[in-house]
């Protein structure tokens, strides 16, 4: 599976938040492409990286309720109206269509009565029209709120998730999950040494989580089947 | 009452529908300011355009649900925290915030189960997000739909309801109606010589109307309280 990330920000080099997550994209398969450094946008490159990719990822700050500028200025011209649903074809048709979204207030303040009073749901209407459009199946947002206040834990957490974010196949199952955790750790004992040790203890043990809950539900299950069959 | 128009369009003078609402604005105390013509942002000085501002309108047409980049990048570029809600202080506070959105579909598309599936209501919420932020009035948008496809005497139309949300007191009922029309035609009536014998019919039929209506809801009242004395 590809995944390409379109990631808007005037400033990336000064946001903590964005060098982190780029570190995290360093992935196989996974294509950042920064739409402030593009000179000239190349509109059939864009449309090409798009078509190749299996999972599409818009990721931004919030900036008044809405990505930056430049994110517009990519959409205005790269999803030309033959590209998304021009002609009866669709080029993006089953795509997955992610948001992740960074937010300096805490995911708590956007709902109806808190300091903000609109859901990032609500905020993000314009994108998930355009992935409807174009028939994408819409994956629900990945926010990163407050980054700076996160313990180095955290941030650790954080990039797993967003690890999974890009990679994982979706929906974001107990199932998937698992084969993912798997997966990552056969590939971290291949390669030994740059794994970081932290990570894998990290890894390891949402793995031995995961398993635990899995063997109690599969106990759960077997006794209900076992009471079904009395 | 001083209304500020912000109108972003990137190709403003191949848009009849603009020109033509270019023409419309042509009021006194109505400010079209195009921000796609300004060459460098002067923050200080788009600031006190909303200061002395009475009504701020944003006006632009649909691109992939929502403005075109020119308005985002004014938006991130003159809305500073500070002006909008910083310091426990709201320079823009009840003022009234409207939105112009003109359409290449029909409004009835914008709604669950047709052609776009969502509402422009839902669509411009991040544009009433920041209006609530800076404590402003919303008024309900303004929709110009298929201008193309519309009559000279249905533009003609568009024109006065245009003029009407540009300059009328809000809300727009009845009364505040009679005495914007009441006004325009004396208006009219001093200066003869430039006025358009077609918008003058049109405002005189639409004030004849509206007496009309409101000497039948008179008698209406008149009636009912009769009734509720017998």
Redesign the interface.
């Given at each position: 599976m590809k995944t390409l990330i379109i990631v808007s920000h005037?400033e990336i080099e000064n946001s903590q938040t964005q060098q982190f997550l780029y570190q995290g994209s360093k992935l196989d398969n996974v294509t950042w492409n920064h739409v402030e450094e593009i000179n000239e946008i190349n509109i059939k490159q864009e449309q090409q990286l798009l078509t190749d990719a299996d999972r599409i990822i818009f990721q931004f700050p919030l900036?008044?309720?809405?990505?930056?500028?430049?994110l517009?200025?990519w959409?205005?011209t790269v999803?030309t109206r033959n590209f998304i649903y021009g002609d009866k074809s669709f080029p993006l048709e089953d795509k997955e269509f992610g948001l992740v979204v960074t937010t300096g207030l805490p995911l708590k303040d956007y709902q109806k009565g808190a300091a903000?009073?609109?859901s990032l749901d609500?905020?993000m209407?314009?994108f998930?029209?355009?992935a409807?459009?174009a028939k994408m199946k819409i994956l629900p947002i990945f926010t990163v709120q407050q980054f700076w206040y996160k313990t180095e834990l955290m941030q650790m957490e954080l990039l797993i998730d967003y690890q999974r974010y890009l990679t994982q196949d979706m929906p974001d199952s107990l199932a998937n999950k698992q084969i993912w955790f798997e997966k990552k750790l056969q590939e971290m004992s291949l390669d030994s040494d740059t794994a970081d040790e932290r990570s894998v203890e990290l890894i390891l043990d949402n793995f031995l989580n995961r398993t635990e809950e899995l063997e109690q539900l599969n106990d759960t299950l077997s006794m209900i089947k076992e009471n079904e069959e009395d």
């Open positions: 005037p900036y008044w309720y809405s990505a930056p500028s430049g517009k200025n959409e205005d999803l903000e009073n609109y609500e905020l209407t314009p998930r029209a355009i409807d459009k």
